[in-house]
């Protein structure tokens, strides 16, 4: 389905530029919003930055994606939880067990084994 904004053609599936005059983000980088996590985009659950059809990482400004979104910025990247539960026990700090190549990861969430979010740490 596609939405009409001042005569340009928005897909709802696909990030776009609202009008400064809305009071919302303008130009190809937004400088001001926050991002919500999780947020819902087409039929995901998203608990950090996105790359969908964009140059760069996004993330919207809505728990539900309504088109209001924003570039991630350094701030705006998904942090580790901790402690965190993964198999039967809890970590304080990122960890190599149960990674094939053995680099360190954490979880998202308190509760990997329920929620499986998890991201490579730094």
Same mark, same amino acid.
């Given at each position: 389905?596609?939405?009409?904004?001042?005569?340009?053609?928005?897909?709802?599936?696909?990030?776009?530029f609202?009008?400064?005059?809305?009071?919302?983000?303008?130009?190809?980088?937004?400088?001001?919003?926050? &991002? /919500? $996590?999780? *947020?819902? +985009? =087409?039929?995901?659950?998203?608990?950090? !930055?996105?790359?969908?059809?964009?140059?760069?990482?996004?993330?919207?400004?809505?728990?539900?994606?309504?088109?209001?979104?924003?570039?991630?910025?350094?701030?705006?990247?998904?942090? &580790? /939880? $901790?402690p *965190?539960? +993964? =198999?039967?026990?809890?970590?304080?700090? !990122?960890?190599?067990?149960?990674?094939?190549?053995?680099?360190?990861?954490?979880?998202?969430t308190?509760?990997?084994?329920?929620?499986?979010?998890?991201?490579?740490?730094?």
């Amino acid at each position: 389905k596609r939405y009409t904004e001042g005569g340009n053609h928005f897909n709802k599936y696909t990030p776009t530029f609202l009008s400064l005059s809305l009071g919302f983000i303008s130009g190809t980088r937004a400088t001001y919003g926050k &991002c /919500v $996590f999780p *947020f819902y +985009y =087409r039929d995901g659950l998203f608990h950090d !930055c996105v790359k969908f059809k964009a140059k760069h990482k996004w993330c919207s400004l809505n728990g539900t994606y309504r088109g209001y979104w924003k570039y991630c910025s350094e701030e705006d990247f998904a942090r &580790c /939880v $901790f402690p *965190f539960w +993964y =198999r039967h026990l809890i970590y304080w700090e !990122c960890t190599s067990d149960g990674d094939a190549f053995g680099k360190m990861w954490c979880s998202l969430t308190q509760n990997y084994n329920k929620d499986k979010v998890w991201k490579y740490c730094d």
